[in-house]
């Protein structure tokens, strides 16, 4: 049996798409198709089912999934052991979108290059809540992520990394108005409102009675960013370490009101085959971004 063709059927079931799954392996949604139909008949069952345009297990499908989680994982951790000797194997480690091209490179930066120069990575992204729910059920051994607005499971302990209350941004023409005053007039793009970060958003305009004109809605603090940079609208977004204020062309306004706070940090399972590795990211990542506590 080809592992690969069963990683392929796992990320299908968690991608609950054919298409999202295709992109994040760069095939084509046939060529995936094709791989789950090669596995469907070694096994001599079917393994997925389509409904509209999601993407459920079958009953056999739902049978083999954790028992393949866990095949395809010490596949992945036989060729760590033998490609490093390191006998902990492969760490998996999660992030959410928007870290991955800010936060994670400055993680990693010295992690593999002088502190575990040997050691294999697997690197998975998923909306923060998502990776979470992967770390609590051992699908993930870490996760950088946007802390969640549920308590964590007891199986999971807790970091944060930075604290990040909200700003209003607006191109350089526009230094030195009042924040609020620019939410009230300007063209607005939100922070889209399934987000979490978004939820922040909202939840400050209604706490001080702004109701902005408002252009787009996106979630995607980068895009938000580049959209502002460009006089498109203004903004109220975390004040995120993704943003380079002095490489972009747009201000920083600080608010007159108390914001909430959208904190980021690293979640671990006290309880997975590497926590030893796990800890030792987490505590790089302390030296990195800064630290506030411990859960």
């Given at each position: 049996?080809?592992?690969e063709?069963?990683?392929?059927?796992?990320l299908?079931?968690?991608?609950?798409?054919?298409?999202e799954?295709?992109?994040?392996l760069?095939?084509?949604?046939?060529?995936?198709?094709?791989?789950?139909r090669?596995?469907?008949?070694?096994?001599?069952?079917?393994?997925?089912?389509?409904?509209?345009?999601?993407?459920?297990p079958t009953?056999?499908?739902l049978?083999?999934?954790?028992?393949?989680?866990?095949?395809?994982?010490?596949?992945?951790?036989?060729?760590?052991?033998?490609?490093?000797?390191?006998?902990?194997g492969?760490?998996?480690?999660g992030?959410?979108y928007?870290?991955?091209?800010?936060?994670l490179?400055?993680?990693?930066?010295?992690?593999?290059?002088?502190?575990?120069?040997?050691?294999?990575?697997?690197?998975?992204?998923?909306?923060?809540a998502?990776l979470?729910?992967?770390?609590?059920?051992?699908?993930?051994?870490v996760?950088l992520?946007?802390?969640?607005?549920?308590t964590?499971?007891?199986?999971?302990?807790?970091?944060?990394?930075?604290?990040?209350?909200?700003?209003?941004?607006?191109p350089?023409?526009?230094?030195?108005?009042?924040?609020?005053?620019?939410?009230n007039?300007?063209?607005?793009?939100?922070?889209?409102?399934?987000?979490?970060?978004?939820?922040l958003?909202?939840?400050?305009?209604?706490?001080?009675?702004?109701?902005?004109?408002?252009?787009?809605?996106?979630?995607?603090?980068?895009?938000?960013?580049?959209?502002?940079?460009?006089?498109?609208?203004?903004?109220?977004?975390?004040?995120?370490?993704?943003?380079?204020?002095?490489?972009?062309?747009?201000t920083?306004?600080?608010?007159?009101?108390?914001?909430?706070i959208?904190?980021i940090?690293?979640?671990?399972?006290?309880q997975?085959?590497?926590?030893?590795?796990?800890?030792?990211?987490?505590?790089?990542?302390?030296?990195?971004?800064g630290?506030?506590?411990?859960?």
């Open positions: 049996m080809n592992t063709y069963l990683e392929n059927f796992l299908v079931i968690q991608c609950r798409s054919l298409a799954a295709a992109r994040r760069h095939l084509t949604p046939g060529a995936v198709a094709a791989r789950i090669i596995l469907e008949g070694e096994l001599g069952a079917s393994l997925i089912q389509r409904s509209g345009h999601t993407v459920k009953e056999a499908g049978r083999i999934y954790n028992r393949a989680q866990a095949l395809t994982q010490d596949v992945r951790d036989l060729r760590a052991c033998v490609a490093s000797g390191a006998p902990e492969e760490l998996r480690l992030v959410f928007s870290a991955l091209t800010t936060h490179p400055a993680l990693l930066e010295k992690f593999c290059l002088n502190l575990h120069p040997e050691l294999s990575i697997l690197i998975d992204y998923d909306p923060s998502a979470c729910s992967r770390v609590h059920s051992g699908q993930l051994d996760a992520v946007i802390e969640p607005p549920f964590l499971h007891k199986n999971c302990a807790w970091r944060t990394l930075q604290e990040e209350p909200l700003a209003v941004i607006a350089l023409c526009m230094e030195g108005r009042d924040a609020h005053a620019l939410l007039e300007e063209p607005f793009i939100r922070y889209h409102r399934k987000a979490f970060s978004g939820q958003v909202d939840r400050y305009l209604k706490d001080n009675s702004i109701f902005p004109r408002q252009r787009l809605e996106i979630d995607s603090l980068l895009t938000i960013v580049s959209l502002v940079e460009r006089g498109v609208g203004v903004s109220l977004v975390p004040d995120s370490f993704s943003i380079s204020y002095r490489e972009h062309q747009l920083k306004l600080s608010l007159p009101n108390r914001t909430p959208r904190r940090g690293m979640i671990w399972n006290k997975g085959p590497r926590l030893a590795l796990a800890q030792a990211l987490v505590n790089h990542a302390t030296q990195v971004f630290t506030r506590e411990t859960q």
